[in-house]
């Protein structure tokens, strides 16, 4: 649950920041999220969801 309200907060961010620059409408926001609740209610949703925790995971091993 941590990781993917990360990943959701760091997404809202992303977003916002998008629209308030101008590069991101907000009915293009919208629409993003619109895709992402139809894609998590489909049978690849385990996958993004793996894969997703797969990138996170290397990123949290790396070394500096």
Do not use: N
């Amino acid at each position: 649950m941590t990781l993917s309200l990360s990943v959701l907060m760091v997404l809202t961010v992303a977003a916002l920041l998008m629209c308030r620059k101008g590069d991101l409408k907000v009915w293009h926001a919208i629409v993003c999220a619109l895709f992402g609740f139809y894609l998590a209610s489909t049978s690849v949703a385990p996958t993004v969801r793996q894969g997703t925790s797969a990138v996170a995971e290397f990123i949290s091993g790396i070394k500096l």
